[in-house]
């Protein structure tokens, strides 16, 4: 039973994981939809602070799955984990590289009171914050579910 406390650490982190990151993306989108700019620049301000926390916990909580299913003779190479491994690493390269930057760049041209910030939200903000939220009801479906496994 020694990976009971891998898979706890597991959860824990990857929750931690999730708050960080989608929990300003959510109120960011609120903010954005109620046109309160104030607001939004300084969610984007926490988010562009708390985002900085999601790789390191994104890589224990990974190091925490990585122990759960070593010690508990999980294979590693299990279809529903190779999906797991897929869609975590499409969820980082989509968070890095469209929205943490997308949000923080909002999030400054709201606090800079720019003519175009109310441009730069349009439905792409909806899109990102959906699209995240997609990403991880797969990684959990696919955790629950354990497709082909």
Same mark, same amino acid.
């Given at each position: 039973?020694? *990976? ?5 650490? *597991? ?5 931690? /994981?999730?708050?960080? *990151? ?14 309160? +700019?104030?607001? /939004?620049?300084? &969610?984007? !301000? ?11 916990? !994104?890589?224990?909580?990974?190091? @925490?799955? =990585? ?5 508990? !003779? ?5 279809? #529903? $984990? $190779? &999906?797991?491994?897929?869609? @975590? ?7 890095? %590289?469209?929205?943490?930057?997308? &949000? ?12 175009? #910030?109310?441009?730069? =939200?349009?439905?792409? /903000?909806?899109? &990102? ?6 990403? /991880? ?5 696919? %955790?629950?579910? +354990?497709?082909?496994?």
């Amino acid at each position: 039973m020694l *990976h009971s406390p891998f898979l706890f650490l *597991h959860i824990v982190t990857m929750f931690a /994981l999730v708050a960080f *990151h989608s929990g300003p993306q959510i109120l960011a989108l609120a903010a954005a939809r109620t046109g309160q +700019k104030s607001a /939004l620049g300084s &969610i984007a !301000g926490l988010y562009e602070r708390t985002g900085r926390a999601v790789p390191p916990l !994104g890589i224990l909580g990974a190091l @925490f799955g =990585i122990a759960t299913g070593l010690t508990g !003779g999980f294979n590693l190479l299990a279809p #529903w $984990l $190779l &999906i797991a491994y897929a869609l @975590f690493v499409l969820l980082v390269v989509y968070g890095g %590289m469209v929205s943490y930057p997308y &949000i923080v760049r909002i999030g400054e041209a709201a606090r800079e009171d720019r003519p175009n #910030w109310e441009q730069l =939200i349009g439905r792409r /903000l909806t899109v &990102i914050v959906t699209s995240d939220a997609l990403l /991880l009801v797969l990684i959990i479906a696919d %955790m629950v579910v +354990k497709p082909f496994g």
